[in-house]
């Protein structure tokens, strides 16, 4: 009986923690998973804050102020220039590897011997998943299996706009420059762990490497945006694009703990050439960087199993 009040206790107490806290919108790339995945009829829940650094996006952010910013956002007619040009490519770098702190809570629940399936809300976007396990045993800390080395291989998929301009100060500009960006991560991670105890009982260390794919379109519908050609001036057309990138990384991650509750650090570090982009005014701007994605997390472990 105490065993099921301290799990009632914990699960209500991740759910407060995830009512009270509000961050920023980021790519939901972190692997906090082990090799082992969840029994069958048993579930895990829990709560991860961790942060998205890409070097690309700070790069940008970097090259154009607030200041400039606010200077462009009073103007009645803006014309196209190189501080204009700046912050469209901060913006568009940013929809590609959104930069912040970041916040998710999930639960997984075992399907299979071999199979689990998760849901995961992360700083505003809806992720689901699922992982086989091709190595080590299946059995719980109660009845465990032979073998304490585990693998497998996930599948994950995450879609999100562009809520996130509203937070960043770019967002003064956004009645000149009207952009909008929409993208979809498909996540393939390769895991193996090692467990503390029989079936992770006292948790484990997991490695791997990780494929990630991004589909993004993105769009700018200026409002009030001209350029200069001599004497003449004309507005700058809109435009509507399309792309797709793959970032390629490797990940470690812990959990520990005993049996129902676990401590989760991680960390999963991305490179990716973003690619070639269309910007206003027939530019073209490529874009390429490191993302590190470090997090730490509570996890709990609960249900009768089967």
């Not at 991670?189 to 794919?213: C, D, L, Q, R």
């Not at 401590?263 to 973003?274: D, E, G, M, S």
Request: contains cysteine; neutral net charge; hydrophobic residues 40%.
């Amino acid at each position: 009986m105490r065993n099921k009040v301290s799990t009632v206790q914990m699960a209500s107490w991740l759910f407060l923690m995830m009512m009270g806290v509000l961050v920023s919108c980021t790519a939901p790339r972190a692997v906090i998973n082990s090799g082992k995945v969840t029994a069958p009829g048993k579930f895990k829940a829990g709560v991860n804050f961790g942060g998205n650094i890409a070097t690309e996006p700070l790069s940008q952010l970097d090259d154009i102020t607030k200041a400039a910013v606010d200077a462009i956002a009073k103007k009645d007619t803006v014309f196209y220039d190189d501080e204009v040009e700046t912050a469209t490519k901060a913006l568009l770098a940013y929809a590609l590897d959104p930069v912040g702190p970041t916040f998710d809570f999930y639960i997984r629940y075992g399907i299979a011997p071999r199979l689990d399936a998760g849901y995961k809300f992360a700083s505003g976007v809806h992720v689901f998943d699922t992982q086989y396990q091709f190595l080590g045993p299946v059995g719980t800390p109660e009845a465990p299996g032979q073998g304490d080395w585990y693998g497998s291989i996930g599948l994950q998929y995450a879609g999100q706009s562009s809520d996130w301009i509203d937070g960043l100060f770019l967002d003064k500009l956004q009645p000149v420059l009207q952009f909008t960006a929409k993208r979809k991560d498909v996540t393939i991670p390769i895991i193996f762990s090692k467990s503390f105890g029989p079936e992770e009982e006292n948790g484990s260390i997991a490695f791997g490497a990780v494929y990630n794919h991004t589909f993004i379109k993105y769009g700018f519908e200026p409002g009030r945006l001209f350029k200069k050609y001599g004497s003449e001036v004309e507005e700058i057309n809109p435009l509507m694009e399309k792309n797709s990138f793959g970032s390629y990384g490797f990940f470690v991650n812990a959990r520990f703990g005993i049996k129902y509750i676990y401590i989760v650090p991680a960390l999963t570090v991305y490179y990716q050439n973003y690619g070639d982009y269309k910007l206003l005014n027939k530019s073209v701007y490529s874009y390429s960087g490191l993302t590190l994605i470090p997090s730490i997390g509570l996890q709990a472990s609960f249900g009768k199993g089967r």
